[in-house]
């Protein structure tokens, strides 16, 4: 096993959990627990516990191998039951964001946390993201193209370019944030074509990799660096095929001098200095002590001049960031703007120094902002204050400089990627066409399959109505999103934390809905809608909570808890059944919700993430769990008195959110979002597939279904929103060419709920087909796919709008005809 550590993190104390006349309950102790309140009460530390405690639990680590196993799993499944799809939308369809706007950020993508430029089209440039892999640009940024969405992950620590051949990439995966608030990584990854292809160089790498920084040796392309982190340092001489460990000390960054003889290495050993090329470190540097995180940097055209940083941790505020030079190649170092407040309260989230290659005087630090010396290290400045009115988001990862431009400079940070021209004085974003959003929970409006809303981490609750660029509804780390069941201009969303907020204009305008709400909060807290009765929603603290004013106020229903819940369910059929969960303990109500009793019994020792009522019946249940080595989704069909699996084959990987599948009618069909993408099953969870293909190869957070248009969303972290049409809608009932254009008229009509529609093709069309109702808004879209010659009914379900007059249009590129149909209840 190996053990996933901060150096901050210490063995922590038990949980003490309980939900109304339950029994108290003890939850296993988190290596989270017990943390310094400086570094427990910032936003990325807590985000990181919530996503990752829940894969750990009940232990205090992660098993080495239970990813890579899980991966395996898939693979085998895809060759043994192929995918799940259907012919008229065979792939997913990706709904964007591409980009987000974010307030006086501008349009945002979401945390790239490295970036390289080509040494000689300095129009190439790579990144690497979050959790969406590398991405790269032939024009400067204008646009931008996946390179690795099917490699083994997704998660990215560290980009090099060989300069001797800049078609050969290395992509070291894991990102080392030191927060772990991003996925484990698979190694190193190797392309010789500009990253159209990869190959996997991780055989004498740690299985799960965080990958803090990649150097190539000058004038010997074979060898290379890399700085692992709690992994410690590890070099190749030959070009990455094999890698042999260095030292096993933490190692936070490295850097090779322009001769390539001597290199630095900074970490838990200070810095440490090789004059053979890398391969031994026998010298420390004067003057630096080791700090909690460390970085180092190097001017090329000066290489005399090294700076570099330290986080402390146990600091003072003002001081958890100090900053050194050096003068003499390294020998020894002395501290430069001592004094200066850097804003390094999560330096072990958000951290670097980098020098201009071009001007030695000219060094950079980031931290929540980008500070800046022009006059080497005598004074730094605050040059961005994303905080207050500046453009560029906070929360600084990385650092790039122009070749040969010494005007030009690139920053990312949890909004993206942006370049400025005149040396940080100003900046213009380059996120557009980049898709990268880490979604936690998205919801459809129940009567506009275009309207979308999602809570993301970093960059706020993002909205769209159709388009793929989305927009900010409201900021800070967004959470769980949900529509009035009835009144579907009602929504609420909430800020990290259970911070409730409200709109009751369709998501135009959000007000704070926290008043009456007490107690401590999950990170994501619940929020559901009452299935029939306007004005009513229900969230969760240490108690359950309700308003019956749309979220004005809120007042608890339930007794009081020392744990925080979770997750929440209603039943649609029988609105007095509801469920709760604290952790891997799950409660259910039959008095809508004022008192519980414990259905754990039959389930597993794993964070609950998921909870679905079956629409038609309050006896049928199903749950989904996180973690690894056991079963991960259950079922009831009692209200919880026992409990069996359904999980089948699924891979073993934390699953995240698990669907009913209910067209109108019970089905055997499920569907659930894993750490490994999303697979269903039609047969009661005996045997699943992948659904379907062209989905990223990201963790999928969160899953929903539009009843009336029969669209399957999933919310990724790393990789936005993607869509598939699982209801197959459309059959073609006569193929060969039609002698003519034609779309007939729907039968019966009127009719209640549905209605055939029928059309003919004359020859192969890409074909829409749209329904709009007398104000010309779009209600549903059955069809838009390329279709062959022939003859096509399109089956269309109404039920969940209302009597009256309604028109459906066809378009294709030949031709386009409008019909009226009426829907009577």
């Not at 970490?267 to 391969?279: K, R, Y």
Request: glycine share 10%; proline share 4%.
């Amino acid at each position: 096993m190996k053990i996933l550590s901060l150096v901050f993190l210490i063995t922590a104390l038990l949980q003490i959990v309980k939900i109304s006349n339950a029994q108290e309950l003890n939850i296993p102790g988190s290596i989270y627990n017990g943390v310094d309140s400086t570094i427990s009460s910032r936003k990325p530390f807590n985000r990181e516990k919530w996503f990752y405690e829940q894969r750990m639990f009940p232990n205090n680590y992660l098993p080495k191998d239970a990813y890579s196993k899980a991966l395996s799993q898939r693979d085998e499944m895809r060759k043994q039951n192929g995918y799940y799809y259907n012919d008229y939308t065979p792939s997913w369809i990706n709904l964007g964001p591409t980009s987000g706007y974010y307030f006086n950020y501008g349009y945002i993508s979401s945390r790239i946390v490295t970036l390289a430029i080509h040494p000689y089209n300095h129009n190439i440039i790579y990144i690497g993201t979050a959790n969406g892999g590398v991405w790269k640009t032939t024009d400067g940024g204008i646009s931008w193209n996946p390179k690795s969405d099917n490699e083994t992950s997704l998660s990215s620590g560290a980009i090099a370019i060989d300069p001797m051949n800049p078609e050969i990439i290395y992509y070291g995966t894991g990102e080392a944030t030191y927060s772990l608030a991003s996925y484990y990584g698979r190694g190193l990854l190797k392309s010789t074509n500009g990253g159209t292809t990869w190959t996997n160089y991780s055989s004498d790498l740690p299985s799960l990799s965080y990958t803090s920084r990649i150097v190539i040796r000058p004038g010997n392309s074979n060898h290379l660096l890399a700085a692992m982190g709690n992994s410690g340092l590890y070099r190749s001489t030959n070009a990455g095929q094999n890698w042999h460990l260095v030292f096993s000390n933490r190692t936070d960054d490295v850097v090779f001098s322009p001769t390539g003889d001597t290199a630095f290495a900074s970490g838990n050993l200070g810095i440490v200095i090789s004059t053979d090329g890398g391969a031994t470190f026998p010298f420390n540097a004067g003057g630096y002590t080791s700090a909690t995180r460390n970085h180092i940097a190097i001017c090329n055209s000066s290489p005399n001049i090294l700076y570099a940083a330290g986080y402390y941790a146990s600091n003072p505020n003002e001081t958890k960031i100090r900053v050194f030079k050096s003068t003499n190649h390294g020998e020894f170092f002395y501290p430069v703007a001592v004094g200066t407040n850097f804003e390094g309260k999560q330096a072990w989230y958000d951290f670097y120094i980098h020098v201009s290659p071009h001007d030695p005087d000219l060094a950079f630090v980031g931290s929540i902002d980008i500070w800046r010396t022009t006059n080497g290290g005598d004074n730094f400045y605050n040059i961005t204050n994303g905080y207050n009115g500046g453009n560029v988001h906070v929360d600084q990862h990385n650092m790039a400089f122009h070749p040969v431009d010494p005007n030009i400079v690139f920053c990312t940070n949890d909004g993206g990627i942006n370049k400025s021209t005149n040396k940080g004085d100003t900046w213009t974003n380059l996120n557009q066409g980049l898709t990268l959003t880490q979604f936690y929970r998205i919801a459809s409006n129940p009567s506009n399959y275009l309207h979308i809303l999602g809570g993301t981490q970093d960059n706020g609750t993002q909205r769209t109505y159709g388009s793929i660029d989305w927009v900010a509804a409201f900021g800070g780390d967004g959470g769980e999103v949900v529509y009035h069941s009835v009144s579907n201009q009602f929504m609420l969303g909430e800020t990290q934390n259970n911070g409730v907020k409200r709109s009751m204009d369709f998501g135009g305008y959000w007000v704070s809905a926290t008043e009456g709400l007490t107690g401590s909060a999950a990170w994501i807290g619940p929020l559901i809608s009452h299935p029939d009765s306007n004005g009513i929603f229900y969230t969760a603290r240490q108690q359950v909570f309700k308003t019956t004013n749309w979220g004005a106020n809120w007042f608890p229903i339930s007794s009081g808890t020392t744990g925080t819940i979770r997750e929440l369910a209603i039943s649609k059929s029988d609105p007095e059944v509801m469920y709760a969960s604290i952790s891997s303990y799950l409660y259910k109500s039959t008095n809508m919700g004022y008192n519980f009793t414990s259905v754990t019994n039959g389930l597993p020792s794993r964070t609950l993430t998921s909870i679905q009522v079956h629409p038609d019946s309050s006896n049928v249940a199903v749950v989904s769990f996180s973690g690894f080595g056991t079963n991960k989704i259950f079922k009831t069909t009692n209200q919880g008195n026992s409990w069996f699996s359904i999980a089948g084959n699924l891979p073993d990987s934390p699953v995240n959110d698990v669907l009913i599948f209910y067209p109108g009618f019970f089905t055997s069909t499920y569907i659930a979002a894993t750490d490994v993408g999303v697979f269903v099953t039609d047969d009661w969870g005996t045997k699943w597939r992948e659904l379907t293909y062209g989905l990223p190869n990201t963790v999928c957070m969160s899953l929903d279904y539009h009843d009336f248009t029969g669209r399957l969303r999933v919310g990724t972290f790393g990789r936005g929103v993607w869509e598939f049409n699982i209801l197959n809608t459309i059959s073609q009932i006569a193929t060969g060419s039609a002698d003519n254009f034609e779309l007939l008229q729907n039968y019966p009509n009127p009719f209640n709920p549905s209605t055939v529609i029928t059309f003919k093709l004359p020859s192969k069309q890409k074909v829409k087909l749209t329904v709009y109702n007398t104000l010309g808004e779009v209600i549903t879209e059955p069809v838009n796919s390329m279709l062959s010659a022939g003859t096509y009914n399109v089956n269309l379900n109404m039920s969940g709008f209302s009597s009256g007059l309604y028109f459906y249009k066809i378009e294709t590129d030949n031709f386009s005809d409008t019909k009226k149909m009426i829907f009577i209840k």
